[in-house]
């Protein structure tokens, strides 16, 4: 078991930056496939970053080159740092956790989720 909680959030002008962080809780973090996914209103939720205990990434295509996930597994966390925010980027963002391959998929742990709004 795992228990994530997000941080970071807030409101930022188009062309902006934020950095989110999910802190874990327990002993194992370094087992665990990491990810940020976002839900904007009206819309489904969707994977934005991922990063494998081997620090191996993935971004979605709409804000790669502007989004950065990192992990400190000697902190329990993992990052989201977001630049060239825009205002489609606005969504409430959610960590999630999973063991096991893949990254695209079947994450068992979510943190509570944090807004991020971009003015334009």
């Known amino acids: 078991q795992v228990q994530l909680v997000e941080s970071g959030g807030g409101l930022v002008q188009a062309g902006g930056s934020l950095r989110l962080s999910c802190a874990a809780s327990?002993?194992?973090?370094?087992?665990?496939?990491m990810a940020w996914f976002r839900q904007a209103p009206g819309k489904q939720r969707e994977l934005v970053a991922a990063i494998t205990t081997g620090s191996v990434t993935i971004y979605a295509e709409s804000v790669k080159g502007r989004f950065t996930i990192s992990r400190d597994n000697a902190k329990n966390t993992v990052y989201l740092q977001m630049n060239s925010l825009k205002p489609d980027d606005t969504a409430v963002y959610y960590c999630?956790?999973?063991?096991?391959?893949?990254?695209?998929?079947?994450?068992?742990?979510w943190g509570q989720g944090t807004q991020v709004t971009v003015s334009s």
């Open positions: 327990g002993r194992t973090f370094s087992r665990y496939a």
């Open positions: 999630a956790a999973k063991l096991g391959p893949g990254l695209y998929s079947d994450y068992a742990y």
